[in-house]
């Protein structure tokens, strides 16, 4: 919607300065989108083991089956039941990368049939990796997280190689290279260059302020070693921060973040778990509700609609907007029904009437500092929520206050003059937000045209 600026015109000097509500915003899920698909067409990838792709893909499909067979094989040679998914190959939109593995559906299912149960004992979690329930919870509450003790353990069980007993589901991480469902990496392994497409949005920042977390955790690796060091006595190598350069467990970190799977009703040393045959090889949707669950014994996967044959089995990603899903597995959802931006407002706390206005707020259910979730496809509902929230703060008159105070529900009456300086500010601010980034929508929507597949 265009508002023609009349600010100036109708409202006096003092008021065209004085802002008497402050707003910020966070998350552009359709910039997100686009920066995304963007990035899908760039040639990278990831490896647990730190190597940056520039080789060609000499061994595919049975030819790098070994005696373990692939990663289904031993699981059932390793307690697997029989189960009703299979494991298929996606092509990588770059030929040099080996086409990513997914799970589908082996025969036609219905809705609540029970899809795989994996047993405990091909479960890995904090309980089974450091044997002490105690210590887990230790750890992570601490200043280590589930994720970069599970993503220590298995970086030097992968130094083990064959030896290791997870050596199958190692190499199966090692060919998802990082990278999520439609094969693509998450941001925090994006060189600079190509963060750069992610000027003017949020995400950038929560990108680079996860960055530095997961620096913050490898700093503290040797933590687990000491405290642990009967769990690490099988491994001949050095301390953490000796073995390990911090990229190699950056890498390993977000690769580990890919497919972790949240359970619930579990003890804190259980909740989080790398699942064989979870993601990122189980596609995540935003449309389902279906989700790997604790049962006794083993985590299994009850589908929530019909499959034909072949057709890839997707589980519930969680309430989580698209900047989520793409920092922490790789992708974005275009029909994600949760994909929101966050509108921060602020009541000016040098205003005169500030108590007034807040104990207003209050009884309205808003809060001095309110953030406004907009989502997607319910715009309209958000900015009529936000909208007596801007006119609050800039009511000036004592007289006008007392009415609004002795008013009911979020009324807040104002002249047109003042309304169009309610919404020129709230245009305003988003047209300078959207300026911020390197390219327009439409510049962006080109782009998609461009590169999506005929």
Same mark, same amino acid.
């Given at each position: ?64 089956? /070994?005696?373990?067979? /692939? ?127 992610? !000027? ?11 960055? /530095? ?8 690796? /040797? ?203 709230? !245009? ?10 390197? !390219? ?15």
């Amino acid at each position: 919607m265009e508002f023609t600026c009349l600010h100036n015109k109708c409202i006096s000097p003092s008021l065209t300065v004085l802002s008497r509500v402050s707003i910020s915003f966070s998350n552009l899920p359709k910039r997100a989108v686009s920066f995304h698909r963007r990035r899908r067409n760039l040639c990278f990838a990831t490896l647990v083991d730190g190597k940056r792709t520039s080789e060609v893909v000499s061994k595919r499909g049975g030819e790098e089956e /070994d005696e373990f067979g /692939d990663l289904k094989s031993w699981m059932h040679k390793n307690g697997l039941p029989p189960c009703k998914v299979v494991l298929k190959e996606r092509p990588s939109h770059d030929k040099k990368l080996r086409p990513i593995h997914y799970v589908a559906a082996s025969e036609d299912l219905q809705a609540s049939d029970v899809a795989v149960s994996v047993p405990n004992s091909l479960v890995v979690t904090l309980e089974r990796v450091l044997g002490n329930e105690t210590l887990a919870e230790l750890l992570t509450t601490n200043k280590l997280s589930e994720l970069a003790c599970l993503a220590l353990y298995l970086m030097y069980e992968k130094k083990q190689g064959k030896k290791s007993f997870w050596y199958p589901y190692i190499r199966e991480l090692d060919r998802q290279r990082g990278r999520g469902q439609l094969a693509v990496e998450s941001p925090l392994l994006w060189s600079e260059a190509e963060l750069a497409y992610l !000027t003017g949005s949020p995400t950038k920042a929560e990108v680079l302020d996860r960055a /530095d977390g997961i620096k913050r955790e490898y700093e503290e690796l /040797d933590t687990v070693w000491f405290m642990a060091g009967s769990l690490f006595q099988q491994y001949p190598y050095d301390i953490p921060t000796e073995a390990f350069p911090f990229e190699i467990f950056k890498q390993a970190f977000v690769a580990i973040q890919s497919c972790v799977v949240h359970l619930q009703k579990v003890s804190l040393a259980r909740r989080f778990a790398l699942v064989p045959l979870g993601p990122p090889l189980l596609a995540y949707s935003s449309n389902c509700k279906a989700m790997l669950t604790a049962v006794d014994g083993a985590v299994e996967l009850v589908v929530d609609r019909p499959y034909k044959a072949g057709e890839p089995i997707v589980v519930w990603c969680g309430p989580q907007p698209n900047s989520k899903l793409l920092l922490n597995y790789g992708f974005v959802d275009e029909d994600n029904p949760y994909d929101r931006i966050a509108v921060e407002a602020a009541l000016n706390t040098e205003d005169p009437q500030y108590q007034d206005k807040r104990m207003v707020a209050q009884r309205n259910g808003k809060l001095s500092v309110q953030v406004f979730q907009v989502y997607a496809g319910k715009e309209k509902e958000a900015v009529s929520d936000i909208l007596p929230y801007l006119r609050l703060g800039y009511v000036s008159d004592p007289s006008e206050m007392q009415s609004v105070i002795s008013s009911q529900g979020p009324v807040c009456p104002v002249s047109p003059c003042m309304e169009q300086a309610v919404l020129d500010q709230l !245009t305003v601010y988003f047209r300078t937000r959207l300026a911020g980034y390197c !390219t327009s929508i439409s510049e962006d929507e080109l782009m998609v045209r461009l590169y999506r597949p005929h």
